[in-house]
């Protein structure tokens, strides 16, 4: 299997992505040792956010790379890409839910998370029914 020029350049922009997830890890360190202050609906939010960021690249990765497989349609590859955009929305609407001083409910911008899910299952999806038309042509 050989990565197309489009699948090397996401990846190689995936991975460079994963230095801010680990700076998200330094800013949650920052909130346990009290260096930084958040209430308990923004530490929820923050570390759901930051564990949901990692696995998602992670799952996003495994995604473009089996996708990139002879055989898989490429509108199974492309709409694939729905889990690494639900690794940017699931997150922000975790992180940028809870801006702010002392917040009680998240606000508006909680739809993100959900239009990350949606981004999610298509990707999922598409990628769960090219592979399958892949490996039975």
């Given at each position: 299997?050989?990565?197309?020029?489009?699948?090397?350049?996401?990846?190689?922009?995936?991975?460079?992505?994963?230095?801010?997830?680990?700076?998200?890890?330094?800013?949650?360190?920052?909130?346990?040792?009290?260096?930084?202050?958040?209430?308990?609906?923004?530490?929820?939010?923050?570390?759901?956010?930051?564990?949901?960021?990692?696995?998602?690249?992670?799952?996003?990765?495994?995604?473009?790379?089996?996708?990139?497989?002879?055989?898989?349609?490429?509108w199974a590859h492309s709409l694939s890409s729905g889990v690494l955009y639900a690794a940017i929305l699931i997150p922000a609407g975790f992180f940028l839910s809870v801006l702010g001083t002392d917040p009680k409910r998240p606000n508006k911008l909680i739809l993100l998370l959900w239009l990350g899910v949606a981004s999610l299952t298509v990707g999922l999806v598409s990628a769960g029914v090219g592979l399958i038309m892949a490996g039975t042509s």
């Open positions: 299997m050989e990565l197309s020029q489009s699948s090397s350049i996401t990846v190689g922009a995936v991975l460079l992505a994963v230095i801010a997830v680990g700076y998200g890890g330094t800013f949650l360190l920052s909130l346990v040792t009290g260096r930084a202050q958040a209430n308990d609906l923004q530490k929820s939010f923050y570390r759901a956010g930051h564990a949901h960021a990692g696995v998602l690249i992670t799952l996003g990765l495994v995604v473009v790379i089996v996708t990139s497989t002879d055989g898989v349609p490429g």
